[in-house]
């Protein structure tokens, strides 16, 4: 059974860069220098869901989207 493995987008008009993503899901998130999100090379594992769906709820702009990594179009930056 194929393995399912998420990653990290951002809707870079709706995002205002206030940084509470990388607060919340460090683990994947880091800010760049004027406060935008960038992400990790790595995928979120699976233990790593629970954060990764708290971080995109939690996103005052709900700029912040997990989307299946090998979905249709792919997925990243
Ligand atoms: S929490 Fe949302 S609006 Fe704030 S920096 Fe992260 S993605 Fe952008």
Do not use: K, W
């Amino acid at each position: 059974m194929r393995r399912r493995v998420f990653r990290l987008l951002v809707d870079p008009i709706a995002c205002d860069g206030h940084g509470m993503c990388a607060e919340l899901f460090p683990e994947r998130i880091a800010l760049d220098r004027f406060g935008y999100p960038v992400f990790s090379d790595q995928p979120v594992s699976p233990d790593l869901l629970p954060l990764a769906r708290r971080a995109t709820t939690m996103c005052p702009q709900l700029a912040l989207h997990l989307v299946e990594a090998n979905a249709s179009g792919g997925a990243g930056r």
